[in-house]
């Protein structure tokens, strides 16, 4: 997918690029100067610089709402900037926790980009939240279709496949991610589970104690020492 910062980029690139990299460092002051820029003429680029700095100040709702008009701007830019403001949209409202408001800025930028795997995987996330399963799992096996070799894409699946009761499919879907990446974290925390489920305890405790140990300080690694320490039967 086309990165949005490099999609808008115009005459003023330099301010651009200045303002975008002062979000990530001083949020509040980046929004200062996007709203001047924008006083003065700084149309779609200071408006984006702005959503950024608002998502960094965790004002999700704002930099959503901010980002789907820009996205909805035909002065915005072509459709490959488009797709990337509905993305970024998106993502803000998953911070944001509205999963319903994400699924539409994705929904929107896959209207555009029907085949963009990313996309698909990014609206599958919102409607795991949602714990609609079907729909996420919908759109996972759409995206294995256009990129089959990754392996983040399996463990999904088999998360949304596991949330429908399908357990076998799932438990495929967690082996296949760990042919393709053998030190995957987070197919090992799921294939743990299933594997627990299935009465292998053994199996399962190894499954998560490798995930610590490969992917130590990460989420993955986390849900693996909880699961570790829910398993350990009581005296």
């Known amino acids: 997918m086309m990165c949005a910062s490099a999609a808008l980029a115009a005459p003023s ?34 408006e984006h610089c702005a959503a950024v700095a608002l998502v960094g100040l965790r004002r999700f709702t704002e930099a959503g709402t901010k980002l789907d008009a820009l996205g909805q701007s035909p002065a915005t830019g072509d459709a490959g900037m488009r797709t990337a403001i509905y993305d970024q949209a998106g993502n803000a409202w998953l911070l944001g926790g509205q999963p319903d408001r994400a699924i539409n800025s994705f929904t929107a930028a896959l209207a555009i980009d029907p085949l963009d795997a ?18 996420a799992e919908s759109d996972l096996t759409a995206a294995l279709l256009v990129n089959p070799d990754r392996a983040d894409l399996y463990v999904l699946r088999g998360s949304a496949r596991h949330g429908m009761g399908r357990r076998a499919e799932a438990r495929v879907d967690f082996e296949h991610a760990l042919k393709l990446q053998p030190n995957n974290a987070d197919a090992l925390v799921e294939r743990g589970t299933a594997k627990l489920e299935d009465g292998d305890v053994a199996g399962a405790r190894a499954d998560w104690q490798r995930a610590m140990t490969i992917a130590p300080g990460t989420a993955a690694a986390e849900s693996a020492r909880q699961h570790l320490e829910d398993s350990i039967p009581a005296k």
């Open 118 to 135: 990313d996309l698909l995987a990014d609206r599958a996330r919102a409607n795991a939240l949602k714990r609609n399963w079907a729909k």
């Open 13 to 46: 690139a330099s301010q651009y690029d200045a303002c975008l990299n002062r979000a990530q460092t001083d949020p509040s002051g980046a929004l200062l100067l996007a709203s001047a820029w924008s006083k003065s003429g700084g149309a779609a680029p200071a």
